[in-house]
């Protein structure tokens, strides 16, 4: 896939310039982090799905929730970073949904699994540009009207590019970070935002917080029967992180 070996190539072009630069001695800039529980609150949920007609014909019926519902998340995170270099990658699940009393009745229950990583290069100071790639799947179970109820299990592999800031210092981190992909590959438009404050009160060991936009635009056909769908997801998050 051509963003995974964008990273690649970031990564070794960055890998070996520090070694040219380091040569002869070790690698004492090497960084690790370890976000081992990362506890994300969508405070914000938007749901918009367009339901294939049952009978495979017509365009199908589109509704958005007015009430989101938020069942429980989980988040994971790890970051190695060296000098010029960066790389980032995450895991998390979700169980969200909403609902629309009336005109019709709406019912959006949805399993969100999503994993992402990204490679950057130090390009000035602080400042990083980002290739990687991000894996959504997903489980939506939707009632609508006097309809069955509709399930489908669409899973999309979009390619990344982006931006982040990262700001180490010996007590305080501060990171922030911007992608967007999807260009029809797989979504047909993904888009991620963050921004993170790390405390580290003593060695090894701090806590983290900060927010978190996520919005995906993408549609999944099978037999002839397109389902759409938009999520939006954003909230506040907070954990711990290990630091080597």
Not at 86 to 106: K, Q, T
Not at 144 to 169: A, C, E, Y
């Amino acid at each position: 896939m051509l963003s995974a070996a964008l990273v690649l190539a970031m990564a070794a072009a960055a890998s070996a310039q520090t070694q040219a630069t380091t040569s002869g001695g070790s690698d004492h800039g090497l960084k690790v982090t370890i976000y081992p529980i990362l506890a994300w609150i969508p405070l914000g949920i938007g749901i918009d799905v367009t339901v294939p007609p049952v009978d495979g014909g017509g365009g199908g019926d589109r509704a958005k929730i007015i009430d989101g519902r938020f069942d429980g998340a989980f988040f994971g995170g790890l970051s190695v970073s060296h000098r010029f270099w960066r790389i980032d990658a995450g895991g998390l699940w979700a169980a969200v949904g909403g609902d629309r009393p009336a005109n019709p009745l709406l019912k959006v229950d949805v399993d969100v699994v999503y994993a992402n990583a990204t490679g950057g290069v130090k390009v000035y100071k602080d400042l990083y540009v980002t290739a990687g790639v991000r894996r959504y799947a997903l489980k939506y179970d939707i009632t609508l009207g006097t309809r069955p109820s509709f399930q489908r299990k669409p899973g999309v592999w979009d390619p990344l590019i982006g931006v982040g800031w990262h700001h180490v210092g010996d007590k305080l981190e501060v990171h922030t970070t911007f992608d967007g992909g999807g260009f029809g590959v797989g979504a047909d438009v993904d888009i991620a935002a963050s921004f993170r404050l790390d405390w580290k009160p003593i060695s090894h060991f701090g806590l983290t917080g900060g927010y978190q936009i996520l919005y995906l635009k993408a549609s999944d056909e099978v037999l002839s029967k397109t389902f759409t769908f938009t999520q939006t997801l954003h909230g506040p998050i907070a954990g711990i992180g290990l630091y080597f």
